[in-house]
């Protein structure tokens, strides 16, 4: 099972990975992991990430896609992958493509997750974050055992900056600029599927795994 799950953010794609990759006993991939895990490891790549990141810059694609490419290197990754919002732009999927290509891996299925853009805005709004050890609520949701209080370490909960309703807004127009001309390069290999994911966490698996099982029988 090799996966790329697209999808703006605050659609779940992150959830929905998690448990199919505990489910088929594969590896999820998400580049923020890698850029995090990376830095704290202070390997060459995580100096390179942080040098970009303590200057407010975005990393360079040559830095994220060496970053997958050692981890698709290790041989865990045998079973299957999925990677988790990554590749956001085409040079990302052509770059994606060839690391691949060089490991004789082929994708099965690009998952497209829709969600209106007033649902999006509500998920997003309401999450709330642990500073500490990162762990992630929701007001409504998801809402911790302690009202405000992490339920993992005790930390009080913060929301993101990037998460004020004006930001999401503003991310959800780059994502949407960024990402028409994917979607289109993915169709045109045959590989994408749309997947509506505003029910349930488990309404949007059941869904998503009868779906993955209808690809790979055509």
Do not use: W
Request: with cysteine; proline share 6%.
């Amino acid at each position: 099972m090799r996966l790329v799950f697209l999808g703006a953010p605050g659609v779940g794609k992150g959830t929905q990975a998690d448990r199919l990759a505990v489910q088929y006993g594969a590896k999820k991939i998400s580049t923020g992991d890698l850029l995090r895990e990376a830095v704290r490891n202070q390997t060459p790549l995580g100096l390179e990430a942080k040098s970009y990141m303590d200057q407010g810059k975005l990393v360079p694609d040559s830095v994220v896609i060496g970053l997958v490419r050692d981890k698709l290197a290790d041989p865990s990754y045998a079973k299957g992958f999925v990677l988790d919002g990554f590749p956001r732009t085409v040079p990302q999927a052509e770059a994606l493509s060839r690391v691949l290509s060089e490991r004789s891996i082929a994708l099965d299925r690009v998952v497209n997750f829709r969600v209106s853009r007033e649902a999006i805005v509500e998920r997003l709004s309401g999450r709330r974050s642990c500073p500490k050890c990162q762990a992630t609520f929701h007001v409504e949701f998801a809402p911790p055992k302690h009202d405000g209080a992490c339920d993992r370490c005790g930390e009080r909960l913060v929301q993101r900056s990037d998460d004020q309703p004006e930001a999401i807004e503003t991310r959800l127009k780059v994502y949407e600029e960024q990402t028409a001309p994917l979607i289109e390069y993915y169709e045109q290999k045959h590989l994408l599927s749309h997947l509506p994911a505003e029910g349930s966490v488990d309404e949007v698996y059941r869904n998503l795994t009868k779906m993955l099982a209808t690809a790979q029988m055509a």
